[in-house]
Every structure is written in C-alpha cells, then in structure tokens.
C-alpha cells in the first residue's frame, strides 16, 4: 500500500529497503534453531534518544524471549528518509520504527497537533503524562492502524531549539531566514506565520545545508544539536519555550497482530516500561547537550550566543562547571531570554498554524487539539 500519492522514492533507501525485503523473504521460514529476527528502524543516528530506545527494546526483547527473538536496528542513514522508513514499516520491511509526526504527518493528519506550538504543556512530566494517557493513545491507534500500523508509545525527546546565525526576538528578525523544517504542513505554516521562509530538508541533510548556506536555521531539540553537530555550523542557540518534540514508537500491523499472545505480551509489557527510563533519559541529556555543545565551542574558540533561560542549568552546575561553562567563558555570550510581550507576539503569529491544523487535521481536529490543552497542566 502507498502511504502517499507525494511518496518520493529516494534509490538509496529504497534500494536497501528492497535488499532487505528480499533477504527477509529468503530467509523464510527461519530453521528452527534460528532466531526470529525484528528489524527495528530509527529516525536518528547512534547515540541519540531514539537509539537508546531501540536499544533499551532490544536488550529486554531478548532477554525475555530468551534470545529467540533478535532485535536488529537500523541508525538513521541506513534505510533512507524518515518518510521511507514509514513506508517500509507499513511494507514489512521493517517491523517497527519511529516516526515522528513532523513527518508521519503527512499521512496521518491528526498527529500534526504535537506539531503546533505553545499548545503542549510546558513541564516535560506533564507532555510524559498526556503521552501516556491511554484515552489518547487508544484515540490515535485506529488512525495508525488505518495505514497498517500500530501505534505502541509516543514519548518527548525535549524541549525544542532554534539554532541560526543571527539573535530572533520577532518575527521581525526571522524575516528573510530560511528555516529548516520536517515536511508537515503545519511547521510550514508555522514559520511562516514567524515571518520565516520555512524550507523542508531531509534530517540528513541539515548539516550540510548550514555549511553550505542553502539554509540558515533549525529547529530540534538539545541532544540532536549536539549530536548532529548544528552548533558547529551555527552561532546562536535559541530556546523559545514553544514546544517539545514529540514522537511515536510503532509496529506493523500484521506483524503484531500475528505474534503469540506471550510475546504481545512481553512487547508490550517493554514498551510500557520504556515509557518512564526513555523519559529519564531524555531530561537528562537535555543540558547535558547544552553543557557538550558549550564545551565544543570552547575547544573551536567559536563564540556561542545564547537566548534564553539558564537558571535550571545554572542550578545544576557545581560551581567549576559554573565558572568554567558560564561565568569565566569567554566563548558564551547569553543575552536576556525572551520576554513574555516577545513570547506573546510568536504565540499570537501561531494562531494561523491552528487554523492550518483545525482545517486539515480530520473530522476531530478541534476535539484531538482540545485533548492536549487539558487543565492542570502549564
Ligand atoms: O529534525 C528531524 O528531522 C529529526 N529530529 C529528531 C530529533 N528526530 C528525528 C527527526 O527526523
């Protein structure tokens, strides 16, 4: 089935993606001392959030299998875009994978709510809460399931950041930036309403488009800054407070729905267990990376500019890390965060994302958005 009637086949991917289908299909059936092996793609590169997961799926699928099962993962890169990744899922190539709604948003609309900002709660704890809400995640799994999927977890990978070249306070300052962003829609509409010039572009290519210049920002969250290495390619790190990024763990439909009740069982028991130690984890690397990132730019005498709220970090730090990160750094120049008049104006500008999202996002759209703007949460 085609996911899209916009699906562009890129060779490289597609042709792995073959390879493996192939390979998958000779190999079937498996001799019975052989392990059943689940291929389990990512949106992101070794090291990141995303691979921890997967990696964390891997040793207790395992384990709890008694190796029967061996869980192969496939790092960003190796089979193609995120958007054929998606497509391999729902082929069986693959049998689980992330994907992110920044771009399973094309195909399923609804999700491009996680994409809108100042709409998701503000602490971390309380997206982890409405993310595991199973109200919601029995709400988005017959939409997954409608493309062939199954929706396991949706988790934060953190507080989302623009890196660029030049300070943003207004949309004022955006104008004229060509800003990168995952292919939805939404993000379109987003950046645009900033006054940006929002330029979709392959993860894969966001490095490079920086050094080159064909772009001059982007926006993701701390970890993938500092693994994907932005902040060389950029001066400015901006943390605006908008949003977090969010993603989604999933399976193929059919394989799921064919595994043994006891390894349904144990799938699921693993995903539910992730859900806390991937939250973990990914707080934790969140100023982890801000202090990485900062520690590179000193090694490359490269001043860093930063906007906006430090005092978490600056609680954290033991009073060497202070002084040699913040106070003593001749290599960091923070100036004052956004005010809430500036917030203000970005926050107003985003209305037309909603109404972007409210015509497109299904028969629901203004029922799935108010699900995430539930009260008790900031
Ligand atoms: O910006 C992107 O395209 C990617 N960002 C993250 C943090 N994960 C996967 C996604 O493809």
């Known amino acids: 089935m085609n996911l899209s009637p916009h699906y562009s086949c890129r060779f490289f ?3 792995l993606g073959c390879l493996l289908l192939v390979a998958s299909i000779g190999c079937q059936p498996e001799p019975d001392d052989q392990p059943d092996v689940w291929r389990f793609a990512i949106e992101e590169s070794v090291g990141s959030v995303q691979y921890q997961y997967a990696l964390e799926f891997e040793k207790q699928i395992e384990q709890q299998t008694d190796h029967q099962v061996d869980v192969v993962i496939y790092p960003y890169g190796t089979l193609g875009t995120s958007t054929q990744i998606t497509e391999q899922l729902n082929l069986g190539i693959v049998q689980l994978a992330m994907a992110s709604p920044g771009s399973l948003g094309k195909f399923i609309p609804e999700l491009q709510v996680f994409l ?7 602490r971390e704890r309380d997206i982890d809460n409405l993310l595991k809400d199973p109200e919601l995640l029995a709400s988005l799994d017959p939409l997954y399931q409608a493309k062939g999927l199954k ?3 949706m988790y934060s990978e953190g507080p989302m950041a623009w890196t660029l070249n030049q300070e943003v306070r207004s949309p004022d300052d955006f104008r004229g930036v060509k800003m990168r962003v995952m292919t939805s829609p939404i993000l379109l509409a987003a950046y645009g309403a900033y006054g940006a010039s929002p330029t979709p572009m392959p993860y894969a290519e966001v490095y490079s488009g920086l050094q080159l210049k064909m772009i001059d920002g982007q926006v993701n969250p701390l970890f993938a800054i500092e693994r994907q ?3 060389e390619v950029t001066s400015w790190l901006v943390l605006p407070g908008h949003t977090s990024f969010v993603t989604s763990a999933a399976a193929n439909l059919d394989f799921y729905q064919s595994l043994s009740d006891q390894r349904r069982q144990i799938v699921d028991k693993t995903i539910a267990d992730l859900q806390e130690s991937i939250f973990v984890e990914q707080s934790r690397r969140h100023w982890d990376s801000f202090k990485q990132i900062v520690r590179d730019k000193i090694r490359r005498k490269e001043v860093l500019h930063v906007l906006g709220d430090l005092s978490t970090l600056r609680e ?7 002084r040699e990160l913040l ?3 001749p290599y960091i120049e923070i100036h004052p965060s956004l005010t809430s008049e500036e917030i203000q104006v970005f926050r107003d ?5 909603v109404d972007v999202f409210l015509e497109v996002g299904g028969a629901d759209s203004q029922e799935t958005l108010d699900s995430l703007q539930q009260p008790g949460s900031e």
């Open 327 to 329: 106070d003593e750094n």
């Open 151 to 153: 929706l396991l977890a």
């Open 13 to 15: 991917g597609m042709l």
């Open 349 to 353: 500008a985003s209305q037309s994302a």
């Open 316 to 322: 954290r730090l033991s009073d060497q890390e202070r």
């Open 229 to 231: 290495k932005f902040h």
């Open 116 to 122: 809108l900002h100042f709409v998701l709660p503000t």
